[in-house]
T-cell receptor
């Protein structure tokens, strides 16, 4: 059974700092991995999708990497801003057509 | 991408009553998904809704408690029946493009009193 763990559970940083969020999964045979952002009480916004054949994806100040062999992904946020404050979730799909399995998320607070 | 509209955005309901949540997508999709997010928890898949067939429920979720309709390729409803305070959660509708990228609605925040 696939399990997804996110570390740290919560993170507080000053504005402008670069930061890394971690996601690990127990079964390295994944189809893809997706990072989401969730604002309090709201739905999820897709940030980055990494297919199993890819090693990283970039969008603006966000960069996500994937190391299937070690069962890990990282989300790098450059020059953090207070507007980045949210919960960040990663989710993996084991096979084409399988459901997404979510981690518990990292609560990020960027202080101005 | 996909634009997903969910209604209502939030509701406060009496125990023992039922609430129907609507999900509208801006384009046709084969499968729609319903998730639950309990307070402080991550997302758990309730069921997968296919047009023209019965929904497929995950372990721990049953049709009598969470009946789902999927009348066409752009719309689905989830009903939370005979509610108790333990049903207080955020309920989210999701669609996926060719089993690649998943997109979510804004969620329905349900409080049962």
């Amino acid at each position: 059974k696939q399990e997804v763990t996110q570390i740290p559970a919560a993170l507080s940083v000053p504005e402008g700092e670069n930061l890394v969020l971690n996601c690990s999964f127990t079964d390295s045979a994944i189809y893809n991995l997706q990072w989401f952002r969730q604002d309090p009480g709201k739905g999820l916004t897709s940030l980055l999708l990494i297919q199993s054949s890819q090693r990283e994806q970039t969008s603006g100040r966000l960069n996500a990497s994937l190391d299937k062999s070690s069962g890990r992904s990282t989300l790098y946020i450059a020059a953090s801003q207070p507007g980045d404050s949210a919960t960040y979730l990663c989710a993996v799909r084991r096979e084409y057509g399988n459901k997404l399995v979510f981690g518990a998320g990292t609560i990020l607070r960027v202080k101005s | 991408s996909a634009v997903i509209s969910q209604k209502p955005s939030r509701d406060i309901c009496q125990r023992g009553t039922s609430l129907t949540i609507q999900c509208q997508v801006d384009s046709q999709v084969t499968m729609m998904f319903w998730y639950r997010q309990q307070p402080g928890q991550s997302l758990t898949l309730i069921a997968t809704a296919n047009q023209g067939s019965e929904a497929t429920y995950e372990s721990g979720f049953v049709i009598d408690k969470f009946p789902i309709s999927r009348p066409n390729l752009t719309f689905s409803t989830l009903t939370v029946s005979n509610m108790s305070p333990e049903d207080s959660s955020i309920y989210l509708c999701s669609v996926e493009r060719r089993y690649t990228e998943a997109f979510f609605g804004q969620g329905t925040r349900l409080t049962v009193v």
